[in-house]
């Protein structure tokens, strides 16, 4: 049941909706769609309200919604192929330019966190914020040492505004997985799970900043991507420190035109950016909306904000690539393969109708350049595709999703004529050749050979235990496994079957041949000698045991 909380956050919604004049899209909703009529009857619809554009108006309701909803909006700004123009222009101010909170109260909460005041930490601290999100705020300060750095401060009571709508975001995933028959494939509360510890980790900004040097040593000396410096004396975990940068923002196409930065180049260089730090470092910055990526005059890639970073399992980084690959190189039966191999899809998935469904979305994709194509609605069809199949959906991988998703659109932006399918083909035949054959055999000897120089004295000594148990009779063999625990039961309930009908025969043919006694030997009971009932009841008792000996 849905708590007063609960309920008021869903009130609170409507009221933003109806106070930024986007009570249409209330009365439009399922719950909302038989007292539609109120719409009209409202006064303020009488008078034809003059407001602002409907894409500032839907800009404004986000911020005015909270982190969540900003985070949402932050996501679609990056898919102008599914967006009116005005309106992916306007949401794409949430990257960096939310509402941002007083100058005077971020210096408040550095001085709290620091213990001390700022003028000890800083010679000089600008409280204008230079940019301005939905979980922090960025200032420009100068070190004692004179180094010009960047303080991102966490904004204030974003925890309990943060765990308010997540309550909510629960609640509405549960009653989809309980009453949707779409909901158990989906796995929506499972979903949310992901995006809360991904939500929640993008308030501690030592992790922050442990993922930014982590990713800045991943690129050391790289041309592709800079990670700026993080200064660990004056990070606290609401507040951070770090090299301030200058480049031009990526979404600034003019201005990398005018500084003659070679955009197919560019283009090219992010995807390859995307795919190293997913498959050779297993370390990627998942939130990669324009608002985070600069270029530098070396056309080299400069990134910020690492609040949100995704790694994957081996086992899931090995399939994505030999999905990747195989669906680079059309081979649509190694795909539906992967899927049931992974389990992504059932077991008893026929492959050759998988096969014939993905070939009929992805085949019409190929040779076409990345502005004849979107990924928005090529997902829409793999959804459809995914519904018939019973395919669920992988929450590990929606951060990489949504990553992709991100890298398209701002591939779309700097050089639409990219073919992404032959920049990304290369690199991920080169990660495999790498983790198969003579190359990966000599990559792991050279991994493991000082963990086997270490354990090596002691094998003599333990391969002489293991023989004098076995000379002796002391040596036992313990072998944990579900299919022969599975398989001594299936033995155990077979055995008690075998005997239980066997001593039910036995008795079954006591009782027939006392049954043919003398009559003067014989006690009757109802006409049939006592012994004789007897028997056939111990009979009848092993048959129901060898019935229900199914354990």
Known sequence: MIRPGQLWRVLHINIVLVRNGLDEIVFATHLFRPVRFLYYLAPWNWLGREHAPRAVRIRRTLEQLGPIFVKFGQILSTRRDLLPDDIAEELARLQDRVQPFPGKQARALIEKAYG?????????????PLASASIAQVHTARLHDGKKVVVKVVRPNILRVIRRDLSLLYYIAGLAEHYWREGRRL?????IREFETTLLDELDLLREAANASQLRRNFTGSKLLYVPEVYWPQCRREVMVMERISGTPISNVAALHAQGIDLKLLAERGVEIFFTQVFRHNFFHADMHPGNIFVGPDARYLAVDFGIMGTLSPGDQRYLAENFLAFFRRDYRRVAELHVESEWVPASTRVDEFES?????????FERPLKDISFGHLLLRLFQTARRFNMEVQPQLVLLQKTLLNIEGLGRQLYPDLDLWQTAKPFLERWMSEQVGARAFVRNLRTNVPGWTEKLPEIPQLLHQVLDQAANGRLRIEWTSEELRKLRRDLRASNRRMIAATLAAGFSIVAALIYGFDADTTTFVGGIPLLTWVFGAAAAAFVAVALSSGD
Do not use: G, K, N, Y
């Open 116 to 128: 001390q005041p700022l003028e000890d930490i800083f010679t000089d601290f600008d409280e204008t």
């Open 187 to 191: 796995r929506p509360v499972e979903v």
């Open 357 to 365: 469904a993905i070939r009929t979305v992805c085949e019409p994709i």
